[in-house]
């Protein structure tokens, strides 16, 4: 299958500090790329969806002044978490889809912890 | 969006074959159904995916009724090594929902 890859794996960050985290496909372009962060034990939490060129559009609860996305290319989306918080800690994980009615593929997740 | 039911968690043992059964009422007539595994602290891999009838591939079978309101995936002879979340969307929206995912346990 297609390789979506996410960096970095894992990150610690201090209170009040902005973190990045890139997702790339590598092996296709994605016209559409998704952005979801999950809690222990919990379902994934679509945050935002995003497509090239255009704004992302954020689902009910998530900030998107807090949780800047760019899709600057057809195969690099990034997240930024600007004024991290302790609650910001978690597990964000990004999937790209080359269009709708194709399976989307995901990255190996970011384990972001703030400090 | 069409919205998905799974069990919220299932047991089985080495060798037994598993299916998970997924409740998709109002699903619309444009969405393939798609299954992804899950283990801890990494991303979703896809599993398999089909529209109607029958789709099989190395690891999974998936089995689409005519009225397209459920799915069940079968994993055959199951090891150690499928304990994770199974999940099942409905693909060809604009978003990607996940449901709350069915747990399988394996057991030696």
């Known amino acids: 299958g297609a390789v979506v890859s996410q960096h970095p794996s894992r990150v610690i960050c201090k209170s009040g500090t902005s973190v990045k985290i890139e997702c790339r496909s590598l092996?296709?372009?994605?016209?559409?790329m998704f952005w979801y962060r999950q809690f222990p034990k919990q379902s994934l939490m679509l945050m935002a969806t995003s497509n090239e060129g255009s704004k992302a559009t954020y689902e009910q609860g998530v900030e998107k002044d807090k949780f800047l996305i760019n899709h600057a290319s057809l195969t690099l989306s990034t997240l930024t978490v600007t004024s991290a918080h302790p609650e910001d800690s978690s597990f964000y994980i990004c999937s790209a889809r080359r269009s709708l009615n194709t399976e989307a593929f995901f990255g190996q997740g970011t384990r972001l912890t703030v400090v | 969006l069409a919205k998905t039911t799974q069990p919220i968690s299932m047991d089985s043992y080495e060798g037994q074959e598993v299916n998970i059964t997924c409740s998709h009422n109002n699903i619309a007539t444009n969405d393939y159904i798609t299954w992804y595994q899950q283990f801890p602290s990494q991303g979703p891999r896809f599993i398999i995916q089909g529209y109607k009838t029958k789709v099989t591939n190395e690891v999974a079978s998936l089995f689409i009724p005519a009225d397209r309101k459920s799915s069940t995936l079968s994993l055959p002879r199951v090891s150690l090594s499928d304990t994770a979340v199974y999940y099942c969307l409905a693909l060809n929206t604009d978003k990607l929902i996940f449901g709350t995912g069915t747990r399988l346990q394996v057991f030696p």
């Open positions: 092996d296709f372009q994605a016209t559409t």
